[in-house]
Structure formats: C-alpha cells, structure tokens
C-alpha cells in the first residue's frame, strides 16, 4: 500500500502542472458543464480550497495517494498498517463462520464480484447509522472496481460486548481505546473504519455531511475569529464523564458557556431548549469550541473543526477515531487530557486568551485539517485501502452467503 502523503502546502501548482493537467485530469468542479456524466467521486466542491486545487492537478497512477494525509511526518495511510499489524493468521472459512456466531450484533457484509451483499440477521441498529455505514460501502463498490472477494463484519454500536475477546477475524468498528481494553472488545481486534456520519447523520438535523463539508466554512467565514464571543461553548446529553466541565461552568460562567440537553427528537430539543440549543453553523459564533467524549467516542469532532473556531478536545478515555492521529495539540486542535484540574484548564484557557493569533492559527489548522482529508473522496480512498488490505488475510474465496441479498434489494427494504 502507498505510504506517500501530500501535505496540503505541497499542492501548489506550476504552469507546466496546469498544461499537463489538461491531458490527465480526471476530477471535475460542481459547476463544470460537463461534471455530471462523471461518477460523484469524480466531482468536487470546488468551493473548497484543497479540492480546487486537486481539480487541476495532474494525477498521480493512484488517485487516492492525494488524499494520504500527513501531519508533522504522521500518515494517515499507515494507520492501516497499524490496525492490522496484529493479524498475521490467514482468514478460513471456519473462522468467518465463528465471528457470526460469536457477534451476533455485528452486520456480515460481503463484497463478490464488484458487488455489495449483506446477510440478512436479527442485528442491533441504533437509529440510522447501519444504514448510512452500508451507503457508505457500496458507494466504495461503485466508485473503484480492485476491490477483492471479502466479507466482514461491522459493529456499529459506541461499545460492544465481547469481553476482551480477540478472534481470527477483526472487526469492523467505529471507535476503540486502548485505555479500556478490560471493559470492551480487545481494541487490538477492532479496525477503525470510518464513522457512519461520514455518509449522512440524520437524525439531529445534519444530514449528509458532504453537505455540510460545504456550508458550515461558508458560514464560518462570514464571522471573523476576532468578532466571535470569547467564551468556551458545549452542548450536549449528560454520559459519559460530562458532568466536571457542566460543575466548571457554573462558577465561571462568563468563559464557560456548558449546559446539558437531554438527546431526544430534534423537534422537541428546539421546544424544550428554544434559548439554549444551537446549530452546528451557530456554534461558529464562538471562538472556543469544548468537545467531549460520551459513553465512548463522539462523532462531533469534525463538524466543530468544520467552524474554523479553537476546538478544545477533553480527551479523557483515550476514545479515537481512524483519523485522530492527524490531530497535532497547539497545532490544529487543543487536547485536555487532566480530568478535573481545574488549574490545568485556566492555564490553558490563559494561555489561548493571552495568544489570540495562536489560537486563530489552531482554528485555521483545523478546518483545513477537515476539509482536505475528511472529505467524503478522502474517506471513500481511506475504505478502499483498508478493504484492499483486509483482504489480503483471507486464504479461500467468498461465496454468496444463502441468506445474503443485494445492496440494491436492501436499499428498497424497511431493514436497518
């Protein structure tokens, strides 16, 4: 697998570069007259300046080397090689035949012939993120064609149960922490995938997020970092380990603007919360941005990044994401690790106050962050490699399973 990365700063293109382009460019702006006969992937929101540039580069023999991130010498490609390292067994068929009996909440997913299959089972799905996780895939089926005979599992709960067991076969899953490796599956035999948001987040009126990789810049772009309010902003439901900063809060709340929403149906949210709750665009009003883990990770992240605004990461079980190692403390993000110190925190805090072009820096570095190796042709690359490399475990082909239908079929069914 590729290991090169293109930094963002290295995508500066020459005149020969522009010439040359024209002869292998293969990506196309929205707004190109002949963007639409090319595949989605294919085309970009050129409003993006990491994406515009990419329209008029020559392209490399893998055009997904593009969107191999790096950060102070750190890949985001390798994180891949990392995650398997841990399987050196070959994959048999008993071995898949196991993981299905042993996981009966994971979804068993099959790629055959350049097709998508899942297996019908009686498997938990927490409102729609089964459902976004299987868009997700099939859109990596359609967009490339390499992709070798498999099958897999997906857990797609924020925790799962298997007791610290490891199995021949990983799973798929959205989270892991090597700092809870008694309580939770084995992270050694978890590989990170990426988070069912990356497709579409529904539920609390988010939607797709390559939508929303569009319009949150847009209108962070509009408030200047100097003009946002110079308060730290959360909101959220009480799990997890939330309630310090909400107790922080009420002592200094002329920096600390935290309040608890109780998560229910966003319609309801808005009665209950008129005053109180706000959007993923209206928290671009701040110029500090808290994000907490919950019961494990929480798929917030990105779009906070998204508001160009200081993003304080209090980051005390050690939850990740495959991208995480992309983030740089006092580079792009501001990582708290020292649960309840509250000198700790004032001195951080103190320090942002005391650094204003520093912390506009860190916002800057954020967005970019998210806009050149979070968009959704970044994150279809990251699945195709990890599926490329997932396959090379097995040692026998894949056969349709008897109870599996097409992605198609699946799509037109009320299952989750």
């Known amino acids: 697998m590729p290991e090169k990365a ?37 085309q970009l929101d050129c409003k993006n300046p990491f994406l515009e540039t990419l329209s008029r580069l020559p392209m490399p023999d893998d055009v997904c080397d593009v969107f191999n991130g790096s950060v102070n010498g750190k890949a985001l490609y390798s994180k ?50 089964s459902r976004s996780s299987k868009m997700l895939l099939k859109e990596v089926v359609d967009t490339f064609e390499n992709i070798p005979d498999l099958e897999m599992f997906l857990d797609l709960l924020n925790l799962n149960e298997l007791n610290g067991v490891k199995f021949n076969v990983p799973i798929f899953g959205l989270t892991k922490s090597t700092e809870r490796l008694s309580q939770y599956f084995h992270s050694d035999g978890i590989i990170l995938m990426p988070c069912f948001s990356f497709w579409s987040w529904p539920e609390p009126r988010l939607g797709r997020w390559r939508n929303k990789l569009e319009t949150v810049p847009q209108i962070a772009e509009k408030i200047q970092f100097q003009e946002r309010t110079n308060s730290v902003f959360w909101r959220g439901a009480p799990t997890g380990e939330r309630q310090w900063f909400s107790m922080l809060s009420k002592k200094n709340q002329s920096i600390l603007d935290i309040e608890f929403i109780q998560w229910s149906n966003v319609n309801i949210i808005m009665l209950n919360y008129a005053g109180s709750y706000k959007t993923i665009e209206e928290h671009c009003q701040y110029k500090y941005l808290l994000h907490q883990e919950g019961y494990s990770y929480s798929s917030r992240l990105k779009y906070l990044l998204l508001c160009r605004s200081v993003v304080i990461f209090a980051q005390f079980n050690g939850w990740e994401e495959y991208w995480y190692p992309l983030l740089e403390h006092k580079d792009n993000i501001v990582i708290f690790k020292d649960n309840g110190n509250e000198t700790t925190f004032y001195n951080l805090l103190q320090y942002l106050f005391d650094n204003q072009k520093k912390a506009e820096s860190i916002g800057k570095k954020g967005q970019e962050l998210v806009q050149t190796y979070l968009n959704e042709q970044a994150v279809i690359c990251y699945m195709r490699n990890l599926l490329i490399e997932y396959s090379k475990l097995f040692n026998y082909t894949p056969t349709v399973h008897s109870m599996a239908i097409k992605i198609d079929d699946f799509i037109l069914s009320s299952n989750p």
């Open 6 to 42: 293109y930094p963002v700063n290295q995508l500066n293109i020459s005149a020969k570069q522009r010439h040359l382009s024209k002869l292998t460019q293969i990506f196309k702006c929205y707004g190109d007259i002949d963007a639409k006969y090319f595949k989605k992937f294919y």
């Open 80 to 129: 891949i090689s990392s995650d398997f390292k841990s399987f050196t067994n070959k994959i048999n068929k008993n071995d898949i035949e196991l993981m299905s009996k042993s996981c009966p909440a994971c979804h068993h997913v099959q790629i055959i012939n350049k097709q998508l299959y899942l297996v019908q089972q009686k498997s938990p799905s927490y409102e729609t993120r």
